[in-house]
């Protein structure tokens, strides 16, 4: 790794081709339930050995849990990737904390955590977070779309038979998945999975909503789909798209993509 690939490089763009920024209301759609629902089956039935490709933080921490529960290591990570990008001090306006962003106080509580501070320790939150899953995939028949539309909206709002999932708990499904996908790669990498904080990424632009976000992406990956694009959940409530690469070269050739389709990347 050069040492000048950062784990967050901010990208200044002169300008920006209008375009890209066209939001259709189809773009909310997104995949609907049935859609996730069986994506996730899919998962649950053949992806769920996968290795994944990379050594990602706290990886003892990931492992034990995932062990202690029978859960799946990739689907804990996808939601730890998500949910905080793996940072363990991670704090959202809805009093969610650490890496699986537990709420406090009545979700921690509900877990058996009492203080506060306990959960910004990686291997208590990240054992929390598999806890909690575990416990939403009992409850919802191992059906893995229920029980992440639960994590997010609480069980409360989400009937066990799947009816009326609100619209920002279908999204968080698929929000997910596409952290899976990425966690996942190709399936190939085993003993030879880079250090996934060796990885740079690069922010592009920042969004009040998570469907223009996903709409960004989407129309930019359609344009130059060699871009290795994704987009985070921050703690502020905004949507944050970035650009990742592994190198200078990489990031020099998405770079030139981005100019390619519309952006004029300042040096």
């Not at 769920?48 to 799946?72: D, K, N």
């Not at 990424?201 to 709409?215: K, M, N, V």
């Not at 344009?223 to 949507?239: C, Q, V, Y």
């Amino acid at each position: 790794m050069s040492e000048t690939v950062q784990r967050s490089t901010p990208l200044r763009f002169a300008g920006i081709a209008l375009g890209l920024l066209c939001v259709v209301s189809a773009a909310r759609a997104a995949m609907d339930d049935d859609a996730l629902d069986s994506a996730w089956r899919q998962y649950a039935e053949t992806g769920q050995h996968v290795e994944p490709a990379y050594r990602f933080p706290h990886a003892t921490c990931f492992a034990a849990a995932a062990i202690e529960y029978g859960l799946p290591e990739t689907l804990l990570l996808a939601v730890a990737r998500g949910e905080s990008d793996f940072v363990a001090t991670a704090r959202s306006r809805a009093n969610a904390h650490g890496v699986m962003q537990i709420r406090w106080p009545v979700t921690a509580r509900h877990l058996g955590i009492y203080r506060l501070s306990q959960l910004y320790d990686p291997c208590t939150n990240i054992d929390a977070g598999a806890r909690y899953l575990k416990e939403l995939l009992a409850r919802y028949d191992d059906n893995l779309h229920l029980a992440l539309a639960a994590y997010n909206y609480g069980p409360g709002r989400i009937v066990v038979d799947g009816r009326g999932i609100p619209a920002g708990a279908t999204w968080y499904s698929g929000y997910i998945y596409r952290h899976l996908n990425y966690v996942i790669g190709d399936g190939s990498a085993g003993e030879s999975a880079g250090l996934y904080s060796e990885l740079g990424q690069s922010t592009l632009l920042t969004f009040g909503e998570p469907y223009r976000a996903r709409a960004f992406v989407e129309r930019l990956e359609r344009i130059s789909p060699a871009l290795n694009l994704d987009w985070f959940r921050r703690g502020t409530g905004e949507f944050e798209v970035v650009m990742t690469y592994a190198d200078r070269s990489e990031f020099d050739a998405g770079a030139g993509l981005l100019r390619r389709a519309g952006f004029r990347v300042e040096p």
